[in-house]
């Protein structure tokens, strides 16, 4: 018997790289006829990150092996509401004749609201969704929480499915009072394959000589925009509390708290023991991870980030803070890597400590993280949304919403 094909329309802000080799395995899937809406263009060419605080380009193919169009941007191009309100959405979306609309906009956009008015209107499946595990905002402001109870429960029942990332969205999802049955978990992934080749062909011992690595040292390493939310300061001071002489702190990322970290380093008597790479494009990033003997990420705020992913699949065990509740299902305390206290500079001090301690179960816990990693990929990912794609059309066409 023939699988139905649904014409599918996937809104996103910009080309985002690890983004583009789904849309990629979308595209060549059977059941998908695929177009993809940039309300910019905004990492396919060189432009200024905020975050990061330098100019960023990918240095891999964003825009290759799928059908897209860049709908004209008429807002102002910030992170404000009006930064993005592209009008053109509502002519595709009602001329394209979509089995479904998936918007990676986020609600906070004028774009997402004229997608979801357009689809409405033209008896599409609309589908979005969240990568977020809790109700705190970045920002901390406790007034935002209340906010959040009064108005998510509507927002989310707005979509004909909410696709989320995590078993902790899920839980999430559910809280909110959304049925089971309008939630779809597609596992936020990167390109397996990719990250698996390119990992084999690194010199690892190149790679650990440029960084002044002697034989018999380890290296720790954190990878990430250098915000106040990540806490890389926290993993510094761990380091520092650790006084391990045959280890080595690799910092690869870039943002406005590198000179403070650099100058506590220089306090804490530890410079000399921790290196600062500054931004790292994607195609340097497997070498990166390959040369490593442990990841952390000790961020106070990151739902879901995909460097857990990254690291994993060039082997490598992670210790993880509890705050980032999205990776759970990824990072097993003893199995792939520990989870400590988010601030609590001697609970990470001593997950450090612990799996650096032991080469074997530290070289079992690479294997672990491989295993994991085999079935955490863009297959189920691309699987998943097709599912969430038939569910949602057949509720259009049943007329259940």
């Not at 998510?152 to 696709?163: N, S």
């Not at 690595?213 to 001071?237: E, H, Y």
């Not at 990151?302 to 460097?307: N, T």
């Not at 206290?341 to 450090?352: E, F, K, T, V």
Request: hydrophobic share 45%; with cysteine; proline share 6%.
């Amino acid at each position: 018997m023939t699988k139905p094909r649904y014409r599918t329309l996937i809104i996103c802000s910009h080309p985002v790289q690890y983004m583009s080799p789904l849309l990629r395995r979308m595209a060549r899937h059977p059941q998908i006829d695929l177009q993809v809406a940039y309300c910019s263009l905004r990492g396919a060419h060189s432009a200024y990150d905020p975050d990061f605080a330098t100019a960023v380009q990918w240095d891999v193919p964003l825009l290759d092996g799928y059908n897209w169009v860049e709908i004209p941007n008429i807002g102002t191009g910030t992170e404000a509401f009006l930064g993005l309100c592209n009008p053109g959405l509502w002519r595709i979306i009602r001329r394209g004749s979509f089995d479904a609309v998936f918007c990676h906009t986020g609600y906070l956009k004028a774009s997402f609201w004229i997608a979801f008015l357009a689809s409405k209107l033209s008896r599409t499946a609309f589908l979005f969704g969240t990568d977020t595990t809790s109700l705190s905002p970045r920002d901390s402001r406790r007034w935002k929480i209340a906010v959040k109870k009064i108005v998510w429960p509507g927002l989310f029942r707005l979509a004909d499915q909410v696709i989320v990332p995590s078993s902790a969205s899920v839980a999430l999802m559910r809280t909110l009072g959304i049925p089971p049955e309008r939630i779809t978990l597609t596992p936020f992934v990167v390109d397996n394959d990719w990250w698996t080749e390119k990992s084999k062909l690194v010199d690892r011992d190149a790679v650990r000589s440029d960084w002044g690595v002697t034989s018999g040292q380890q290296v720790i390493l954190f990878c990430a925009k250098l915000q106040p939310w990540k806490r890389p300061a926290d993993l510094l001071r761990a380091f520092s509390s650790l006084n391990l002489s045959n280890a080595i702190l690799v910092f690869a990322g870039e943002g406005p708290l590198r000179a403070q970290l650099e100058a506590e380093a220089k306090k804490l008597g530890v410079a000399s023991r921790v290196r600062f790479l500054g931004f790292v494009n994607q195609s340097r990033l497997p070498a990166v991870y390959t040369s490593a003997d442990l990841f952390v990420i000790s961020s106070g705020y990151d739902p879901c980030p995909v460097v857990v992913c990254e690291a994993m699949l060039c082997g490598l065990p992670v210790v993880l803070s509890d705050q980032i509740r999205g990776r759970f299902d990824l990072v097993r305390p003893g199995e792939t890597g520990d989870i400590f206290p988010c601030g609590d500079i001697n609970a990470l001090a001593a997950s450090i400590q612990k799996l650096l301690s032991s080469a074997v179960a530290l070289a079992e816990m690479k294997l672990n993280a491989l295993r994991r990693m085999a079935t955490w990929s863009p297959q189920e990912n691309v699987g998943a949304t097709v599912e969430a794609i038939r569910i949602a059309k057949f509720s259009k066409t049943a007329g259940k919403r």
